[in-house]
Structures are given as C-alpha cells and as structure tokens.
C-alpha cells in the first residue's frame, strides 16, 4: 500500500471510532431508521436515482395540496350547515354537481376492492365547483373572505398545481411556492 492510501485509511477508522465515542457519550445521535425506512430504502433501491430524488422533491407539494383540498370544503360545509343544516348539499350544490357526485360514488360502488372517499358529498367535487358554491353563495361567506375573484383565482391556480401532482408530475420551485403562498392565504384568511 502506498503511503496515501495508509494513511486515508488509517483517518477513516480514527473517524469511524470518534463518531462511535461521541454516540456512546450522548453527543451525537445515531439517525433513527424506521422498519418503514429499510422497507421503503428496499422497494426504491431499483428505482432510478431522479425519480427516487423527485419523489421526495413532491412529498411537500402533496402535503401542501393535501391540506388546502381538505380545509377549503371543510369551510365550505361548516358554512353552509349553519343556515341550511346536515342537509345543506342538496340545497346549494348545483343540479350538475349534484350528478358529478353520484357518478363517483356509482364508480366507487363498483369497485369496492377500493378504499372510497367516504366523506360528505363536497369532498367528490372539483376545485372550480368549490369556487362556485362559494361565489353562487357569496353572502355567507363575503364577512370572511376578501372577494369572488381572491376565491377564483386561488382556486384556479391551486387546481392547475393540483392536476400535476395527482397525475404524478414535478412541480417547479416556483409553483410550489405559489401553492404554499395559497395555502397560507387561506389559512390566515380563515383563521
């Protein structure tokens, strides 16, 4: 062995056993590795490294539509069920939205292999039918949100954001950006 190599051999190990000691001693932490972690380090293995590297890009993009296509029609039924009660779909949803969700479920029903949505009619909707019912029914929510067009357009742009990553594409940077100051938007909007 040369002299160079001794000695980058000889520095690893000094290395290997300084990182030990200060596991040993508290102050330095081994990284927790979950079962879940080596099944899924196991699975993704084969995977090629930019997919890998991707997937992991859009964890929070998915996070962050997650959030906002869940609090929107949340707010949206709180809303509605003040003045209309449990029973507010069939008194505010459009006679199209009304056959868009019984398309679903029908769908849903015949493939029950399938975990459903198995929520409120509101969740089988689209972002533009949320913006509908908020805007056809601005009265009951013009005390909490700017205006129609704050509404549309979030909605719209946040819809376009969304259909990328259901179909598992990349978001940029930027559009993630957009979407997370979106979400903040509402979030601070709506308390």
């Known amino acids: 062995m040369n002299a160079h190599l001794k000695q980058f ?16 001693t508290g102050v330095l932490h081994r990284p927790e590795v979950t079962q879940t972690d080596r099944q899924q380090g196991d ?9 890998r590297g991707a997937s992991l890009q859009m964890q929070s993009a998915y996070r962050l539509l997650f959030i906002l296509e869940n609090i929107v029609p ?25 056959a868009k969700v019984e398309q679903r479920k029908q769908q849903e029903e015949k ?20 913006s509908r019912l908020i805007t056809s029914n601005w009265s009951i929510f013009e005390d909490l949100l700017p205006n129609q067009s704050w509404v549309q357009s979030r909605l719209d742009e946040a819809e376009r954001s969304r259909n990328v990553i259901a179909h ?9 950006a957009r979407l997370e100051m979106y979400l903040r938007d509402w979030i601070k909007q709506i308390g």
């Open 43 to 51: 699975l993704f293995v084969s995977v090629q490294e930019y997919i």
């Open 9 to 24: 051999v000889f520095r690893g190990l000094l290395g290997k056993h300084a990182v030990g000691d200060m596991q040993t």
């Open 74 to 98: 949340d707010l949206i039924a709180t809303r509605f069920a003040e003045p209309d009660g449990p029973e507010w779909f069939d008194k505010r949803a459009t006679t199209q939205m009304k």
């Open 168 to 176: 598992t594409n990349i978001l940029t940077s930027d559009e993630v």
């Open 111 to 130: 493939n029950q292999w399938h975990a459903g949505r198995n929520k409120g009619n509101i969740y089988y909707l689209d972002f533009g039918d949320l």
